[in-house]
Nanobody, 122 residues
Framework: QVQLVESGGGLVQSGGSLRLSCAAS????????MGWYRQTRGKQRELVAR???????DYADSVKGRFTLSRDNAKNTVYLQMNSLKPEDMAVYYC????????????????WGQGTQVTVSS
């Protein structure tokens, strides 16, 4: 069994910063693409940013230049640094990994974290 443990959400004023972390845990051999998605009530979950094992990143247009995604492969952890936060960034943020391989041969597709709330006050 594998799981994603998120941390770092909270309340911040508009223009402020937050850093989200997501660590994959379990009997892990490798972790493929790691990313963050967000969802507000009544809307579909949307991609914020994702990063491959080699560090290639992909960002939503709405966060380019403000958010930075990085990962530590040794720790199976991804970090989302969010700067210049806006009220429209307020959402529940979910960590996602598209494929996790375990040491006993298991493969887990589309693993999600439990979500962490980001609230931005104007």
């Amino acid at each position: 069994q594998v799981q994603l443990v998120e941390s770092g959400g909270g309340l911040v004023q508009s223009g402020g910063s937050l850093r989200l972390s997501c660590a994959a845990s379990g009997n892990i051999f490798s972790v493929n693409v790691m990313g963050w998605y967000r969802q507000t009530r009544g809307k579909q979950r949307e991609l914020v940013a994702r990063i491959g094992r080699d560090g290639d990143t992909d960002y939503a247009d709405s966060v380019k230049g403000r958010f930075t995604l990085s990962r530590d492969n040794a720790k199976n952890t991804v970090y989302l640094q969010m700067n210049s936060l806006k009220p429209e960034d307020m959402a529940v943020y979910y960590c996602n990994v598209d494929r996790i391989s375990t040491r006993n041969g298991g493969i887990y597709y589309q693993t999600w974290g439990q979500g962490t709330q980001v609230t931005v006050s104007s």
